[in-house]
């Protein structure tokens, strides 16, 4: 089965500065690849996502890149706020015209020091 | 529209019992997810139905299951429970189109086995 791996466990960057978030997968045959940012006690909340045609994708602050060959995405924020901070989760699936299930990474505790 | 709802939100039991979890969808929603997310788990998948039939199934024992009626509500049920189990169980509904894959959450039910 699909397997992704998500690193760093923890992140803290100066209020302004830029974040970056890398995970890798395992199954080549997935290919569509969301982000969730959990705040605390909360629900899980998409922020943004990219399916494997694309090699980027931006909305505002937030960017996606994918590498299909190294099997690899990242998630950039940047201007970072304090607003920012939450657990940032990223997730592979095979979605083909259907819903495939989400394999999670293990999440990145991002902090924002103001 | 109605986001994602899930009840009860908070939930104790005792080891040995069994435990009923609803989930209703955003309207028009007919795909249903179910995750397990625990500190030292992460998010992890346990079913996905569609139309009344389960289409995928993580890697739990038999003791978890679940149903979806023909109004796209879904219940997830736990036997015998024990103290493992203790997690925030989190639904998930997705129009499942090929453009509609994204899967928005609920705010969960907090289980905890004493």
């Known amino acids: 089965g699909e397997n992704v791996e998500q690193h760093p466990s923890t992140l803290s960057v100066q209020e302004g500065d830029s974040a970056v978030i890398k995970c890798t997968y395992s199954?080549?045959?997935?290919?569509?690849f969301p982000w969730y940012k959990q705040e605390l006690g909360k629900r899980p909340q998409l922020i943004i996502d990219?399916?494997?045609?694309?090699g980027e994708k931006k909305d505002q602050r937030i960017a996606v890149t994918l590498n299909k060959t190294a099997k690899h995405f990242s998630l950039h924020i940047t201007e970072t706020q304090p607003e920012d901070s939450a657990v940032y989760f990223c997730?592979?699936?095979?979605?083909?015209?259907?819903?495939?299930?989400?394999?999670f990474g293990t999440g990145t505790r991002l902090t924002i020091i103001p | 529209k109605a986001g994602v709802t899930q009840t009860p939100r908070y939930l104790i039991k005792t080891r040995g019992q069994q435990v009923t979890l609803s989930c209703s969808p955003i309207?028009?929603?007919?795909?249903v997810s179910w995750y397990q997310q625990t500190p030292g788990q992460g998010l992890q998948f346990l079913f996905e139905?569609?139309?009344?039939?389960?289409?995928n199934k993580g890697n739990f024992p038999g003791r978890f299951s679940g149903r979806q009626f023909s109004n796209s509500r879904s219940e997830m049920n736990v036997s015998t429970l024990e103290l493992g189990d203790s997690a925030l169980y989190l639904c998930?509904?997705?129009?499942?189109?090929?453009?509609?894959?994204?899967?928005?959450f609920g705010p969960g039910t907090r289980l905890l086995v004493l």
């Open positions: 309207s028009g929603h007919r795909s």
């Open positions: 139905y569609f139309s009344e039939t389960q289409r």
């Open positions: 199954d080549s045959a997935s290919n569509y």
């Open positions: 997730a592979a699936s095979r979605s083909n015209f259907g819903n495939e299930k989400l394999t």
């Open positions: 998930a509904s997705s129009l499942n189109t090929a453009s509609g894959e994204t899967q928005y």
């Open positions: 990219i399916r494997s045609n694309v």
